[in-house]
């Protein structure tokens, strides 16, 4: 049977996805490798949402193309959102030497394929109809360390905000049913190891509307809370402020193992530009939730992301955004150019920003944010925290790198960490010394 061996471009959504590809492969008795080490089999898992993510998925295609040239891969596969994007295309011209394209709602077929794979094959298979939900019983080949995983809740998204293409590329939102979830993490914390679980999705705030005819998020959250596991910090991923309740905010606020931490992309706050995005809210709608959320939940973490240059943003609604931001001092912060995608509303407004004032904006905000992270992680020194250790620092003896209950993996900083008998997997209890712009450094007690 071929070995295997997959590169993942994107989110932690696509991350998941090359979990399931995976898991089926292993199941079907491929064996799993490391690209670098050579593999029969090479999948590159891509993200297309926005430019520059599809030129890097096409620059790693490329290599890859390369890596078979020099027989280091006698087969390519390519799956994602490129995939799902372009389809056939990107087996054609200068990536003809893919031999299997697949698309967001095919990859979990991918054994058959696989076992049916000639050389010289082209073969494509990108369905329009999206449909796929995983569920409890889709084998996963856990691609994060042991002590944390992801589990999507909810697939495709419906809100249709004027920018985005992710309903092309992953359909209308779709959520599992709460008995899958909890399965599924009763299957995930089995060994005892797991320690935090991440729940994602495109909007997982909107959890349950379509399949239960209402938002049973805070539902799904206790359920997850009363579960007897290794479990100790469930966190909430890619909300949307249009689809808070407050119920939400009270199971947030009671469940100890729900993480003090929220992502919240508003992605803007001038009224204009939150409607010319269609993003179903207002300036005054976000800044009573913020403060909604402060006033109930001690402590809280929010983290946001903001979309710069859109079309039609005046300097006042910049100014307006960069006032707002001073004023509400975001935790975490992670800010994009406007970029203008083919087949959405916005791609066809009046008013694109050009290139050089969408970067002016964003390095602006960027230094006003960076102040602000600094001075927020000033606040910490000298408190103890518990932290959860990810990994040992590289080329430093005894130094690990773990988080807090307010950094989320892999898009937040970290705690740099020092002291006796700390072990990945762990948590620690630590006593926070020193404050860098983005990360902190503790030594456990
Ligand atoms: S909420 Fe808006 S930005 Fe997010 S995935 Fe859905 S349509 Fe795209």
Redesign the pocket.
Known sequence: MYSVGIITLGCSRNLLDSEIILGSLKRSGFKIVNVEDGADVCIVNTCAFVKDAREESMDVILDAIQLKRVGKVKHLVVCGCLSQLYKEKVAEGPLREVDLVLGTNDFPKISLFLKTLKKGDNRTAVSTRLNYLYDENSPRFLLTPRHYAYVKVSEG?S???S??I??HLRGNFRSRSIESIIEEVNKLSKTGALKEINLIG??TTSFGIDRYGKIVFPELLRKLCRLKNSVRWIRILYT?PAHYTDELIRAIRDEDKICKYLDL?IQHISDRILKRMDRHTTKIDIMALVEKLRKNIPNIVLRTSIIVGFPGESDRDFGELLEFLRQTRFDRLGAFLYSREKLTKASEFSGQIPEGVKKARYDELMKLQQQISSEINRSFLGREMDILIDEKVEGERDKFLGRTQGDAPEVDGGVYLTGNGLKIGEFCLAKIVDTLEYDLVGEAA
Do not use: K, L
Request: hydrophobic content about 15%; glycine content about 0%.
């Open positions: 998204c809100n249709f905000c920018y985005c992710i309903s495109q909007d949307h992309p």
